[in-house]
């Protein structure tokens, strides 16, 4: 019982013990790495507590153990992607969104393509030459490009046309090198806007291409 207590101690201290100072904002926060540990350690020891019914104490231990470092690599791996890519798109336009494990890079159509046009702009080949040098370098990720429109114009238009636009930059990214397995290109039209279609500033917001990156599933 104690050896479960302690490492349900060890696995909190994980997650509230180390943080780190966001270069964008400067604002101290717990690293994803720590936070993946973390979490690894407290599912790890419940699991090895309820597995070795002989001791279920030594069990929390060797699955907090086990658990932190599949958790932390995890976190780790992402943070040093999302590090990356932020150096590499400050003052583009592009913003970096962290979810979890997750990265996703929301790009406004008004710097990716040119009105009512799926070819992507001339201007913007740098940019996603930039994420494609991050992708390579993190191979072991999904990648989702996600084509949005606004409102404006018939639904069935809307669709057509995000499609397009999501399927133009990934090819211009399997073009940079990235693997064709690992890309995945949907449209999802005038659907999920992040701002009111109500106003020409929201419209423009709602015209965008995001990529989403994820960690592969060993």
Do not use: H, W
């Not at 309820?50 to 658990?67: Q, S, T």
């Not at 992040?194 to 291409?209: C, F, I, K, W, Y």
């Amino acid at each position: 019982m104690k050896k479960l207590i302690l490492a349900t101690a060890v696995a909190t201290m994980m997650l509230g013990g180390c943080t780190t100072l966001d270069p964008y904002t400067q604002e101290s926060k717990t690293s994803n790495a720590t936070k993946g540990a973390g979490f690894g350690a407290l599912a790890g020891a419940v699991l090895g507590a309820a597995v070795n019914e002989d001791d279920r104490g030594k069990g929390a231990l060797a699955g907090a153990a086990i658990g932190g470092a599949v958790g932390g690599g995890i976190g780790y791996y992402m943070d040093q992607q999302e590090m990356l890519l932020r150096q590499e798109l400050e003052g583009t336009g592009v913003r970096v969104e962290r979810m979890g494990d997750s990265i996703r890079l929301i790009m406004p159509g008004n710097i990716t393509f040119a009105t009512d046009s799926d070819r992507v702009a001339p201007s913007f080949y740098p940019v996603l030459d930039s994420v494609a040098k991050v992708l390579m370098k993190f191979d072991r990720t999904q990648v989702a490009v996600e084509g949005y429109t606004d409102s404006t114009g018939s639904f069935e238009y809307n669709q057509q046309l995000s499609e397009r636009r999501a399927n133009s930059v990934a090819r211009y990214l399997n073009s940079m090198g990235v693997g064709g397995l690992r890309l995945d290109a949907r449209g999802l039209g005038e659907r999920y806007p992040v701002a009111s279609n109500d106003s020409a500033s929201g419209r423009a917001l709602n015209r965008r291409v995001e990529i989403k990156i994820r960690g592969m599933q060993s």
